[in-house]
Structures are given as C-alpha cells and as structure tokens.
C-alpha cells in the first residue's frame, strides 16, 4: 500500500511514467474480472483500457479512506457497468478457465473437472447480476465482505445477504436439477 501511496503521489506531482507501476500492478486482475463479467477478449481488454484512463484521471479523488486496490476495483466496474448500460451489452456466464483445471493424465478425471466446471459456469449465470458479481468478487477475485462492501457500494451485511442468497439458489438448483457439487447441495 505504501509504494501504491508512492506512485499515486508520483503521478499527481507530475511523474506520468510512475502510472505504469500502477497498470503493471493490476492490468491482469483487473482484465480477469472484466472478461468474466463480458465474456469477450477484445471488449474486456477495450474496458480495461478506458479504465486505466478514467482512474489516471479521478487519481486525485482517491481519499484514502479505504485501499487502493479497492477504490480502483469499484472505477473499473462501475465504468464497465455505465458502459453496459450505455451499449445494452448483457453480462454474460462467469467462464471457468478449462486450462486451470489441475492436469491430471487420467482421461476420466479431466472430463469430470471439466465437466465441473461447466456446472459451476452454469450455475453462476442462473443468478442476478448483483448476486453474480457479489460471487465472483468473492471466489474469483477472492475480495473479503469489507473490500466488496466498499466495492459495490453495499453495506456489509447487504454483501452478506446477497451472497447467502446466491449460494442458496446454487444449492436449490443442485438439489432441483442433480449434478456434482455435494458441498453446494449438502447446504456447506
């Protein structure tokens, strides 16, 4: 957070080069949760771009009240969110990453992980948006309550609650339609 607080003071006073620390630090975590949330490389990646240029920008509103790495989170989303409105552009299924899945040279185990996979994809894309990004802020992105809370700009126990929500549709959709997740549909 210091170095951030560094290269944050760098830019203002002038330094322009001092904001390519800050592109380096979070272009893939931030270009992961745009994908997931577009679904398209090229429109993740134009996202992520117009991002970086509207945080250069509003830098001198970072109030250091909470992190940096949240405050940045909730002007990439909330500018991703104004462009989906703007475009009417949907947001589409959480994709799982099938090059993640652990190798395993067993035929049967890769296509019962892959399988998984597309369950869980499936799953996720059942919810509402609100409830879809509360999971994937969580479990991909693997943000705590406070960091989401701040994020989406819900309180805490409103990030709590959408969250215990989304896992109980996920489980009564297990439970409706079968399928592999017996943490889900044991009520874990």
Not at 3 to 24: P, R
Not at 30 to 43: D, E, F, H
Not at 150 to 163: A, D, M, Q, T, Y
């Amino acid at each position: 957070m210091e170095e951030e607080l560094k290269w944050i003071q760098e830019v203002l006073t002038g330094n322009k080069q001092a904001y390519s620390h800050i592109i380096d630090k979070y272009k893939n975590l931030l270009y992961a949760t745009v994908l997931r949330m577009t679904k398209n490389p090229q429109i993740a990646q134009d996202l992520v771009q117009e991002a970086f240029i509207k945080v250069y920008h509003q830098l001198g509103k970072f109030d250091h009240k909470g992190s940096f790495s949240s405050w940045i989170y909730r002007v990439t989303i909330n500018h991703c969110m104004d462009e989906f409105r703007k475009k009417s552009y949907q947001l589409k299924q959480v994709q799982i990453n099938e090059e993640r899945v652990e190798d395993s040279n067993h035929p049967e185990i890769i296509l019962l992980k892959k399988e998984k996979s597309r369950q869980l994809e499936r799953l996720i894309s059942t919810l509402p948006e609100d409830e879809r990004l509360i999971i994937l802020l969580r479990y991909v992105n693997e943000l705590s309550y406070e960091e989401i809370s701040e994020l989406v700009e819900v309180p805490l126990s409103g990030v709590r609650n959408k969250l215990h929500r989304a896992k109980k549709k996920m489980r009564e959709t297990i439970n409706r339609e079968g399928g592999y997740f017996y943490e889900l549909s044991e009520g874990r």
